[in-house]
């Protein structure tokens, strides 16, 4: 919470630099709030997460797509530990996307990161049942 709060305040000042260290943070600290079974507040900070690593991916996607992907799939577990589970499919189709383009650029790289969102999409759809 500390993190995110600097991080937050050297955003403000210099956005170019920073932005990329508070979406990191908030990512933190949502997985970490969801572990003390915190998961709207997880919720609210990997939201905010999401939202940053957008517009950082639009700017730079080489750079921010994977995290992008990975915040995606992180908010995708927690919306369906609060009961929604059409958000979280979604959230978890687009990690899958994203990941899918990104395997078939650099297999090595990241085909076990495609795998982690497909097992999150099929225990949702294990849910479903």
Known sequence: TEAVDLY???????????LPDLATSLNNQSVRLG?????????????????LYRTLAEQR????????????????????DLGQTEAALKAITEAISIRRQL???????????????LQVLAWLEGDDD
């Open 103 to 117: 395997a078939a650029l650099r297999p090595v790289v990241y085909q076990k990161d495609l795998e982690k969102s």
């Open 35 to 51: 572990a003390l079974g915190q998961t709207e507040q997880a919720l609210q900070a990997i939201t905010e997460a999401v939202d």
């Open 8 to 18: 937050r305040t050297l955003a403000e000042q210099r956005p170019d630099t920073y």
């Open 61 to 80: 996607p080489d750079t921010y797509l994977p995290d992008l992907a990975m915040s995606l799939n992180n908010q995708s577990v927690d919306l369906a």
